[in-house]
C-alpha cells in the first residue's frame, strides 16, 4: 500500500500514520517514508498529491520503493 498525502508537518503526519490516529491508513501500518517534497504553497502541493495518486505517479513510487 502506497499513502499519498499532504500536510504542513511531515514528521507529525508520518507518527499519526503509524501510531494508527488515522481510520483510513491504520490497517496498512507501519509505514515508511520513500519520499517528500516542499512545494511553494497549498496549490503546488495539490496538483503534485493529484499527481502521485494517479497510475504514472505510483509507478514512479513503486520504483522508488524497489530500487
Not at 504542513?8 to 501510531?19: G, K, L, P, S, Y
Not at 517514508?33 to 513510487?61: D, H, I, P, V
Request: glycine letters at 6%; charged letters at 30%.
Amino acid at each position: 500500500y502506497i499513502y499519498v498525502g499532504q500536510t504542513e508537518n511531515v514528521i507529525i503526519r508520518f507518527h499519526q500514520h503509524n501510531q494508527g490516529s488515522e481510520k483510513t491508513t491504520k490497517f496498512y501500518k507501519p509505514f515508511i517514508l520513500l519520499f517528500s517534497m516542499e512545494c511553494k504553497n497549498r496549490a503546488e502541493a495539490r496538483q503534485w498529491e493529484k499527481f502521485y495518486k494517479t497510475g504514472e505517479g505510483k509507478r514512479r513510487l513503486k520504483m522508488i520503493k524497489y530500487t
